[in-house]
């Protein structure tokens, strides 16, 4: 368990990778990565129990699936500084023949990685799988995941929801990073959704809001009430709201920055915002 000075240093540090690491390829998607810096660095660590080392089975841990695989260079950087992998390993983001692609992929076997991902709205399926698999080996640990907002306007999410409620996966807590903005603009625009928790609720899901999804106490605090919530019958929905590009100013309030790197200028001012803490890969 860290405390709160050490998951905002671990916080920025991340930022700090997540930017150099586009950067560096001119290629990937930094907006939904650094929206969801606090809440991948609260899980991994403070929220998720872990075991030592890494296996693809996963039994007596819990599990965690992203499902919006696009946030890559949040989730490897998160992982790598939690102790999966070795940090230099992020300087090979997104290049020919290495582990660290563009989604995340299981065929070079990178540690934390359970599922390919990013092929949207798949993630919540395999989710509910992994849970009913726990039950079925008397493994009472939880499985988190992880949707953007935009994709719930993919349709096998739905069916996945419905599916959850009906066979009540109650070990399942399903975080919707809600930031109101995909690759077109905003999720209104493309597609508006409506309620997102009326429709949660109408499927018979048990759901809550961190209202400050940036903030890592609120994060702490809510997700300990979500856990608080397993075991009673209903799968659990936490509809996180986050800010997209948050912690450097250019990139907040826009939808612009989802799958644009900066160039050496952005950069430079980007990295200014968020000082080394960790030192850098």
Not at 24 to 37: D, E, M, Q, R
Not at 225 to 232: D, F, M, N, Q, V
Request: hydrophobic share 40%.
């Amino acid at each position: 368990m860290s405390d709160i000075k050490q998951l905002q240093d671990f916080t920025t540090q991340v930022r700090r990778d997540i930017l150099r690491m586009v950067h560096a390829v001119n290629s990937g998607h930094p907006g939904g990565s650094l929206g969801c810096t606090e809440f991948l660095v609260a899980l991994y660590q403070n929220i998720l129990t872990r075991k030592e080392g890494f296996d693809m089975n996963g039994i007596g841990e819990d599990l965690f699936f992203l499902s919006n695989g696009h946030i890559s260079p949040v989730f490897y950087s998160v992982l790598a500084r939690s102790g999966y992998f070795p940090v230099a390993e992020l300087a090979t983001f997104r290049k020919l023949n290495t582990r660290l692609q563009g989604h995340p992929t299981t065929h070079e076997g990178l540690p934390g990685i359970r599922i390919a991902s990013g092929s949207l709205g798949q993630g919540l399926s395999v989710a509910i799988g992994a849970a009913q698999a726990k039950k079925l080996n008397n493994d009472n640990h939880l499985v988190y995941a992880l949707t953007g907002d935009g994709e719930l306007q993919e349709g096998q999410n739905w069916e996945a929801i419905m599916y959850a409620a009906a066979k009540k996966i109650d070990t399942l807590i399903a975080t919707v990073d809600l930031n109101g903005k995909q690759i077109d603009g905003s999720t209104d625009e493309v597609l508006n959704m409506g309620s997102v928790r009326a429709k949660f609720e109408a499927f018979g899901w048990d759901v809550l809001e961190i209202a400050k999804g940036n903030n890592l106490e609120a994060i702490l605090t809510g997700m300990s009430e979500a856990k608080a919530r397993t075991g009673k019958g209903k799968p659990v929905c936490v509809l996180l709201h986050t800010e997209m590009g948050n912690g450097v100013d250019y990139m907040m309030h826009t939808h612009a920055w989802h799958g644009k790197a900066p160039n050496d200028e952005q950069l430079a001012k980007a990295l200014e915002q968020n000082p080394e803490t960790l030192g850098d890969y």
